[in-house]
Structures are given as structure tokens and as C-alpha cells.
């Protein structure tokens, strides 16, 4: 998390956890699991790896890595934290939901 002055004082001990625990630890995007092992083809699919496989093929320049899951704000307000406006999603699936919000804003911001 880049800047945790942005949220709120409960976000890691208390909210963080119950999403996590809620969504069964599992990207609500593509279903990765949490702290699981992936290899990442060139069109960016994970495909799941034993943590064995993770340090045979990392030093061969392999993408391999530990999936780490995120709490995201459906409605990007960071101050909204209502348990049915947070989801967790992986790097990849939380990376893409923002990167449709930021296009409409963008459009949108060109419209003005």
C-alpha cells in the first residue's frame, strides 16, 4: 500500500481481514487464491506453480510470483468502506477495474 494515510485507522487489523476471510481468500475477479504461487505467460494468465517450481524457475528469468491478494474499493472512494463496497482482487484483476475507472474519468474530464 503506497500511501496508508489514505485510509482509515482499521483498515490492516480490522477491515483488511474481514474482506480477506469473506471472499475465502480468493480474487473475486479470476479466483487466485491468496499467497498462492503463479507463473505468468506473455498475455499476462496466471498459471499456478508449487513454491518448489516458483525458485526452480525464477532464476531462469521466469515471471513466477506470490500472489498477494488486495482489498479494493468498488466505487474507488477510499473513504467508503462499507463491506459491500470492497472486494478482493489480485494485482492483475485490481489493476484492470482501475484502469476502466480512470479511462471514464479521463473521458470524462475531456468533456468539460
Known amino acids: 500500500m503506497r500511501n496508508r494515510k489514505k485510509y482509515s485507522e482499521e483498515w490492516t487489523d480490522t477491515i483488511r481481514p474481514a474482506i480477506l476471510k469473506r471472499d475465502g481468500y480468493k480474487c473475486t475477479g479470476c479466483g487466485v487464491k491468496h499467497r498462492s504461487y503463479v507463473l505468468v505467460d506473455s498475455k499476462s494468465n496466471y498459471t499456478l506453480i508449487t513454491k518448489d517450481e516458483h525458485e526452480e524457475y525464477k532464476p531462469f528469468g521466469a515471471r513466477t510470483y506470490r500472489i498477494y491478494l488486495q482489498v479494493a474499493h468498488l466505487d474507488h472512494n477510499k473513504d ?16 484492470r477495474m482501475d484502469m476502466v475507472h480512470r ?3 479521463r473521458i470524462a474530464e475531456k468533456k468539460k
Open 80 to 95: 467508503n468502506n462499507d463491506f459491500n463496497n470492497l472486494a478482493c482482487k489480485c494485482p492483475k484483476c485490481h489493476t
Open 103 to 105: 479511462n471514464v474519468m
